[in-house]
C-alpha cells in the first residue's frame, strides 16, 4: 500500500524561482558584502536615484566631480557613525542618502530648504 507523501509547501506556494527576492529575511548579503569590500578598497561611490537626478536638473544643481567626491565623503563618514538616511548639506544645496545603498534619493535647492521639514533621517553631514 502506498502512503501519502506530504508536500513541505502549503496550500497555494509554489516552487517558483526567487530571484530579486529577500530570501533571508535579512539584508542582501551579497549586496553587503559587495559594498563593504568597494569601501574598504576605496572605490565607494554614490549613485543618484532616477527622482534624484531629475531633481537636480530641475533645480539647477550641477553634479561636478569635487561635488560627487564630497558626497562620498560624507557617505563614507556617515557609514563609520553607523547612520542610515542622512541629510548632506551645503548653504545652497541639499541631499537625502541612503547609506547602505550609497543612492541619493532626492536634493534640493537653497530656496526650497527654507520651507522644508527634514524627516526619516538619522544623521547630517556638513558639506
Known amino acids: 500500500m502506498l502512503d501519502k507523501i506530504q508536500s513541505p509547501l502549503q496550500a497555494g506556494q509554489s516552487l517558483t ?9 535579512g539584508q542582501n548579503a551579497f549586496g553587503t558584502m559587495l559594498r563593504q569590500q568597494l569601501t ?5 561611490t554614490v549613485n543618484f536615484s532616477k527622482h534624484a537626478l531629475a531633481r537636480a536638473e530641475e533645480r539647477g544643481i550641477e553634479l561636478t566631480p569635487n561635488l560627487m567626491e564630497r558626497l562620498s565623503n560624507s557617505v563614507e563618514k556617515a557609514q563609520e557613525k553607523g547612520a542610515t538616511n542622512i541629510l548632506a548639506f551645503d548653504d ?5 542618502i541612503n547609506i547602505p545603498y550609497g543612492r541619493v534619493i532626492t536634493t534640493m535647492s537653497q530656496e526650497e530648504m527654507r ?4 524627516t526619516n533621517i538619522d544623521g547630517a553631514v556638513l558639506l
Do not use: D, L, M, Y
Not at 92 to 96: D, G, K, M, P, Q
Not at 115 to 118: K, L, R, S, T, V
Open 17 to 25: 524561482p526567487t530571484r530579486g527576492k529577500n530570501v533571508g529575511g
Open 92 to 96: 545652497s544645496r541639499a541631499f537625502i
Open 115 to 118: 520651507e522644508n521639514i527634514f
Open 40 to 44: 574598504e578598497k576605496g572605490q565607494q
